[in-house]
């Protein structure tokens, strides 16, 4: 028994580190290739991996090109803005569909679950067009409009709210608490864990987030890091190193971000029982 058990760890790890690998090859061919000469980049020869002379040009190119400070505070903005404003309201409105009860319910809630099952490239024209009449394309502010109010969110927060038991809120009650006092000061706390794989998931949406920056921030002034990669393209012909030179540079803010709130990713992820 302990010998089939042990076969059975070796070969679950073994399958683990097989799938871990090849996850890994995409981001070590994006490193490796950065560092290549762009003809030795587009060969065909699949026993050349490593680039023959480690060059920086393309680092060097990309950023005479491109001003990453001002990507990097873009891509900063549009990822706080929308994190706050998802959660802020998905705890507002997660916590009415959860907890209280009043005319319309079931019927706001149907809406939140529509808007779930439809694309989200149907919302495209009609926030473009409110947008661009209160004359904001090109701002921040035209970055962070379209995740001010997530039914992702209010769904995920009001599964959490649900799962409270009905004593706090009965306890709240004797004691004189009022809706907004039971919600900020008993109810809110307790679903932090939700509020946090919220952000985290909201952070990660932002942050690949490609077609409405195209749309809202053609300025190469106001998109973000994920619409400057794809400008960065060229129609007929691609500079390869350069592109993966800048996919390098693009990926540090979020690495940085990982390392500093790992502890706080995994247990995000772990409780909300989701995945990316």
């Known amino acids: 028994m302990r010998e089939s058990k042990k076969s059975a760890r070796i070969l679950l790890h073994a399958v683990l580190i097989f799938g ?104 495209i024209i009609p926030q473009y067009l409110m947008v661009s009449k209160m004359g904001l394309l090109n701002t921040t502010f035209s970055l962070v409009f379209p995740g001010i109010v997530t039914a992702f969110g209010t769904f995920l927060l009001r599964q959490s709210y649900m799962a409270l038991p009905k004593d706090l809120e009965e306890a709240a009650r004797l004691d004189g608490c009022s809706i907004p006092q039971t919600f900020f000061y008993i109810m809110a706390p307790l679903t932090r864990s939700g509020m946090v794989a919220l952000g985290i998931f909201t952070a990660l949406f932002a942050y690949k987030d490609l077609m409405w920056p195209l749309i809202a921030n053609p300025d190469q002034g106001a998109m973000p890091l994920s619409a400057a990669l794809a400008k960065l393209q060229g129609q007929f012909a691609a500079n390869y190193p350069e592109l993966m030179a800048a996919s390098l540079l693009a990926c540090v803010p979020m690495v940085v971000l990982y390392i500093i709130f790992q502890k706080q990713f995994i247990e995000g992820i772990a409780t909300s029982g989701g995945k990316l």
Not at 25 to 43: C, D, R
């Open 20 to 123: 871990a690998v090849v996850m890994l090859i995409p981001f070590a061919w994006m490193i490796l290739t950065a560092f290549k000469s762009a003809t030795e980049a587009t060969q065909i020869d699949p026993f050349v991996i490593f680039p023959k002379k480690w060059l920086t040009d393309a680092f060097v190119s990309v950023s005479g090109k491109m001003n990453f400070a001002k990507l990097y505070l873009n891509t900063l903005l549009l990822i706080l803005g929308r994190v706050v404003c998802a959660v802020v309201t998905a705890s507002l409105a997660g916590y009415a569909l959860g907890r209280l009860e009043f005319k319309g319910k079931k019927l706001c809630f149907a809406l939140v679950m529509f808007q779930m099952m439809v694309p989200v490239q149907i919302f």
